[in-house]
Each structure stands twice: as C-alpha cells, then as structure tokens.
C-alpha cells in the first residue's frame, strides 16, 4: 500500500500513481511560502501605487459629483457617489488594510478589505474618461489572495488552495494581453498594426533610447505585427508548468514592459506586480546560497588541526 503525501490545502497527492503526473493536474499545488513573499509585494504596492503611479485618483475629490460616469460595474452595483469625503475615506482605509495585510495578520479579514477598498478606489478611477487595463490582473490577485488564508514565508508546505489562486492569477494575466489584441482589432482594425501606432507613440513619449527606430524602415511596422501575434498567442502561457518555465516566461514579460518604458516612458507596473506571482519565491534563499557557494561567498574558512608546536 502506497504512502500519500498530504497537501495544505486539503488534498493528497500519491507518488507514482498513474495519472499524476505534472501535465495531468492543473492547477498543481504552490508552497504556502511563494503566496506569502506575494502576497507581501501586493499589498506593499499599494501605498506606492495611491500616493505616486495613481496619485491623480485623489484629484476627484475636488471633480463635481455630475461628471462621474460609472463604469459599469459600479452602475450594476450601489456604490457611493465619489464626494471628496469618500475620496478621502477610501484613501486611507485602503492604505491602512494594505499596511496591515502585509503583515500577514487576519489574512482573510484584511485582504477583503483590501480587494473591496481597491475595487472601489478604481471605480472611482475610471469613471471619468479612460479605462485602464493594466488594472485587472492585479485587481484578480488582491480578489484570490484572502481565500488561501495563512501562510508563512518558510511554510514549504504544498497547498491546492494556493495553486488555484495562482492558477486564476496566471490566467488574468494571460487575459490582459490576449483581450488587448482583440480590443486593438476591434477599435483599430487591421490598421492598428499596419499603420504608424508605434511611430505615433514615440514620436509623442520617446526618448533617446527609441527615436533611432524612426529612422529604420518598417522597423516599428514589424514591431507592431510581432506585438499582435505575441498577444494573440496568449493563452500558449497557461502550457508553463515548470519552476524554471515560470521564471522565464515572468522575465520576458518584465522584460517587455521595461524595455517599453524605457523607450516610451509607459509601464504597467500593476500588472508587472501581478507578473510576480510566477515567480517561485520559496526558492529564492536556496537560490541565493547556490549562487554564493559558487562565487565563495559564505565558504567557510578551512581551518589547518593544530600540530605539534616548532622547535625552538
């Protein structure tokens, strides 16, 4: 009789059992440690996203309330009417429970009020012209995150609930991208890739780094193309199973949206702190000893066994 290796999030997995192997479960179990890392840099951002990457969001406090044009969730939902009370309110409750959340206290009471607070604090973003879209998978992570519940940065323990959540993560992520190349199809046309989109952008927000590409011909249209395939080639990221995969897929993606800021000024750090969330962060200290033991650092010193004493 076969041993079975019990999971935190309630389920069991039996070693050698034919039909679980690593492609024929999805989502498989995540360690509790890798929500734990997450979950901190998640709500951590908040802070850094109200007062610096959204700060604007405060300027509607100041907006008459019959300029406010709710987006749809929040005309299908009895939400308050943005005064410049409520804009405060939401302000800084949402401050205080990312604060607290990040402790990793009342995981579950908290990262409600988090995702509830934040939902609201971007209803009332969006209401007033464009919709961002870089806003929904971190908007997904804050909604699954209260639902694992506890989990320590050294609890190496495999939970299902943690792979669900990361799984719904993975999959909002893939969403974004893919949902931007139907909304480019659907508002632009075939024009948005064959037209002059990114000459347009850098033209307006490049810098040094990206003018050069002006001057190359069908430099940008390529670039174009190759950014629609790319999305529409989304879902092919719901096939990364493997730690390494995951890694690099997430150093891609980061790598994308830092080469774009850096030659137009434009990143979607929300969804980049959703990206995080591939990331196996439970392996990060043995990582960091392999790569020390490698460089010499952290090598204890050999220390010769004492001889007889010399001569005289």
Do not use: N
Not at 142 to 160: F, H, Q, Y
Not at 215 to 231: D, K, N, R, S, T
Not at 237 to 245: C, E, G, N
């Amino acid at each position: 009789m076969s041993a079975s290796t019990g999971t935190a999030g309630g389920g069991s997995a039996v070693p050698g059992a034919p039909g679980r192997g690593r492609w024929s479960r999805w989502p498989e179990p995540v360690p509790l440690a890798r929500i734990a890392v997450f979950r901190t840099i998640a709500y951590l951002f908040i802070p850094v996203d109200v007062f610096l990457t959204t700060a604007w969001v405060r300027a509607h406090a100041a907006v008459p309330t019959e300029y406010y044009q709710p987006v749809l969730v929040g005309q299908w939902l009895p939400l308050p009417t943005p005064t410049s009370t409520v804009v405060h309110v939401v302000q800084w409750a949402l401050v205080a429970a990312a604060v607290a959340a990040a402790t990793g206290r009342a995981p579950r009471l908290l990262g409600t009020a988090v995702f509830l607070l934040y939902f609201e604090w971007m209803v009332i973003a969006m209401s007033y012209g464009k919709v961002d879209h870089d806003r929904f998978a971190f908007l997904v992570a804050l909604a699954v995150l209260p639902t694992i519940g506890r989990a320590r940065w050294r609890d190496r323990r495999p939970s299902e609930a943690a792979g669900w959540a990361m799984a719904v993560v993975l999959l909002a992520v893939m969403l974004t991208y893919f949902l931007a190349a139907w909304a480019k199809m659907r508002f632009g046309g075939w024009d948005w890739a064959s037209g002059s989109t990114l000459a347009w952008a850098v033209l307006r927000r490049g810098t040094d780094l990206a003018t050069w590409t002006l001057e190359v011909p069908g430099l940008l249209l390529a670039a174009q193309w190759v950014m629609l395939v790319l999305e529409f080639a989304a879902p092919l990221m719901l096939l990364v199973r493997s730690d390494r995969a995951r890694v690099a897929l997430a150093a891609f993606l980061l790598g994308f949206h830092l080469m774009t800021f850096a030659g137009v000024m434009i990143i979607f750090l929300p969804h980049c702190v959703a990206i995080l969330s591939l990331v196996p962060w439970e392996r990060v200290p043995e990582a960091g000893r392999r790569l020390g033991s490698r460089i010499g650092i952290g090598e204890r010193a050999q220390v010769q066994p004492a001889g007889p004493a010399p001569p005289d």
